[in-house]
């Protein structure tokens, strides 16, 4: 049996309002790094998690685990404290670490349009993984603030649910440091 042609719905203004992509976006800043005056630290890209960084960054890792985070994509500057933060979460999430792609987009120096643009190919649930203040000033393009008005501490999350990409509009759901997402794994 043929079903009869149907008419195309006329657009309504509802319609044409409607959020162009949804996304949850969790946005982590690296753990803690060897200091820069350390005499034996390497030039900025290459500083690397200590001990301590890595420790809390696995311990805020369970606490993502606690709130069932479970991404899609994952996004991470190709700093090497950042590609180690996006490690960590992946073998606590139980994600294969091969998922992680490097992206200028997340480098420090990044105009936060530029990871707007990233995002645009993505959906669902994305965690990125970069710096300060770089996250900060993408939460406040994102969310239409003429300045940051969070301050991420390392190894700490923010949470924003982005309603369209093509003009960005997001909220800010919810921002966690580092201490309380180690509570929420334990």
Known sequence: MVSPPRDKPEPTDELEDAPAKTMRLYLMRHGIAI?????????????????????????????????????????????????????IVCEVLGLDPKQ????????????PARLA???????????CFGHAPHMDEFIAHALKATAPFTALKKSGVACVDIDSL????????????????RRLGN
């Open 117 to 127: 643009e990233e995002l645009v190919r993505l959906g669902g649930e994305v965690i």
């Open 35 to 87: 200091d820069r005056e350390d005499p034996d630290c390497p030039p900025d890209p290459e500083r690397y998690l200590t001990p301590k960084g890595i420790q809390r960054t696995r311990a805020a890792a369970r606490g993502l685990r606690s709130l069932r985070v479970k991404p899609a994509a994952l996004l991470t500057s190709p700093f090497v404290r950042a590609v180690q933060t996006g490690e």
């Open 166 to 181: 093509a003009p960005l509009r997001a909220t800010l759901f919810w921002v966690l440091t580092s201490r309380i997402l």
């Open 100 to 111: 992680l792609r490097t992206t200028d987009a997340l480098k420090p120096e990044a105009k």
